[in-house]
T-cell receptor, first 110, second 116 residues
């Protein structure tokens, strides 16, 4: 059974701090990795995609991938109250459907 | 604007009734998906389709059926065999799988289904 694990949280950080969200996956053949943000009652919104080991930065967001450790993370710098949401990690092999984790709830306090 | 349209936004099902959730996309995406999300849970895959007239069962297909007669449309029917249908249903699509990587999926706004 292929699995994607995330700490459910809540992860609480003060405004302006760095939020670090982590995800591990069981399938060593996974090649595509995605982070989605989901506000309460809304559908998931793509934040980052990463395919190679290392870091990928986009604005305040940095995705980090370590395939040897089967680990992917999302860093949010200068966290804002508007970042408060559930963050979903999703993983797949080429040609297969995404497998989602259950999500980590982030709360940013002002 | 290109996107994925799900309708209705809210749907109520009576005992023993089949209901159909609509999903239409104008992104020219080949692959389409249906997920179910229960409160506090992640997304679970119901069915997916890579091309027209072809679809595969996901992890929780029992009690559901789909069709893919057009590239733009992937309706989901929740049958009376699905005894616990109350959930948030999400439709997604992405470009054709190819090479060693998958394109990211994009989601519609979802349909909330409840039992009357």
């Amino acid at each position: 059974q292929k699995e994607v694990e995330q700490n459910s949280g809540p992860l609480s950080v003060p405004e302006g701090a760095i939020a670090s969200l982590n995800c591990t996956y069981s399938d060593r053949g996974s090649q595509s990795f995605f982070w989605y943000r989901q506000y309460s009652g809304k559908s998931p919104e793509l934040i980052m995609s990463i395919y190679s080991n290392g870091d990928k930065e986009d604005g305040r967001f940095t995705a980090q991938l370590n395939k040897a450790s089967q680990y992917v993370s999302l860093l949010i710098r200068d966290s804002q109250p508007s970042d408060s949401a559930t963050y979903l990690c999703a993983v797949s092999q080429a040609g297969t459907a995404l497998i989602f984790g259950k999500g980590t709830t982030l709360s940013v306090s002002s | 604007d290109g996107g994925i349209t799900q309708s209705p936004k809210y749907l109520f099902r009576k005992e023993g009734q089949n209901v159909t959730l609509s999903c239409e996309q104008n992104l020219n995406h080949d692959a389409m998906y249906w997920y179910r999300q229960d409160p506090g849970q992640g997304l679970r895959l119901i069915y997916y389709s890579q091309i027209v007239n072809d679809f595969q069962k996901g992890d929780i297909a029992e009690g559901y059926s789909v069709s893919r007669e057009k590239k733009e449309s992937f309706p989901l029917t929740v049958t009376s065999a699905q005894k616990n249908p109350t959930a948030f249903y999400l439709c997604a699509s992405n470009a054709r799988w190819g090479g060693t990587s998958n394109q990211p999926q994009h989601f519609g706004d979802g349909t909330r289904l409840s039992i009357l």
